[in-house]
């Protein structure tokens, strides 16, 4: 699917590869990055990709059900989240990496079966969920 208008463009960089350092170009954000042990790194203290894709996508989630949630007058509690789990390992195909996804949503107060239609509505505004939709297989679970 095509952009028809850029809202909002954010610019990072990143130096040393996952275990370097990273951040934005307003530095709002600035990472020390570690391999983690699984990956056959020393686990240090910094963060790695998978982490930071994880907060985003969760971020971005819940940003989208709060939208659709909108639409059909509904409002989410305050303590509403979204927790992601993201994996990585090798592919089948055996040509490199890829990851898996799974997010977590909790909305307590929320009828399950309302939840749940709401955050099938969301995985399809979500733009992390449109980026990946065709590359990764999203396990959407309601709490």
């Given at each position: 699917?095509s952009v028809t208008e850029i809202l909002y463009?954010?610019?990072?960089?990143?130096?040393?590869?996952?275990?370097?350092?990273?951040?934005?170009?307003?530095?709002?954000?600035?990472?020390?990055?570690?391999?983690?042990?699984?990956?056959?790194?020393?686990?240090?203290?910094?963060?790695?990709?998978?982490?930071?894709?994880?907060?985003?996508?969760?971020?971005?989630?819940?940003?989208?059900?709060?939208v659709v949630a909108g639409k059909e007058k509904?409002?989410?509690?305050?303590?509403?989240?979204?927790?992601?789990?993201?994996?990585?390992?090798?592919?089948?195909?055996?040509?490199?990496?890829?990851?898996?996804?799974?997010?977590?949503?909790?909305?307590?107060?929320?009828?399950?079966?309302?939840?749940?239609?709401?955050?099938?509505?969301?995985?399809?505004?979500?733009?992390?969920?449109?980026?990946?939709?065709?590359?990764?297989?999203?396990?959407?679970?309601?709490?």
């Open positions: 699917m463009t954010a610019h990072g960089h990143a130096m040393g590869g996952r275990a370097g350092k990273g951040a934005s170009s307003d530095k709002r954000l600035e990472v020390t990055l570690s391999v983690p042990a699984g990956l056959g790194g020393e686990d240090g203290p910094g963060t790695n990709p998978e982490q930071l894709f994880a907060v985003g996508y969760s971020a971005c989630f819940l940003g989208a059900l709060k509904l409002r989410l509690p305050a303590d509403t989240t979204v927790a992601a789990a993201i994996g990585i390992g090798p592919r089948e195909d055996g040509g490199g990496f890829g990851i898996t996804a799974s997010l977590t949503i909790t909305a307590e107060g929320i009828e399950k079966a309302k939840l749940e239609e709401l955050v099938q509505k969301a995985h399809i505004v979500c733009p992390y969920s449109n980026a990946i939709h065709k590359s990764v297989d999203v396990k959407l679970n309601v709490a």
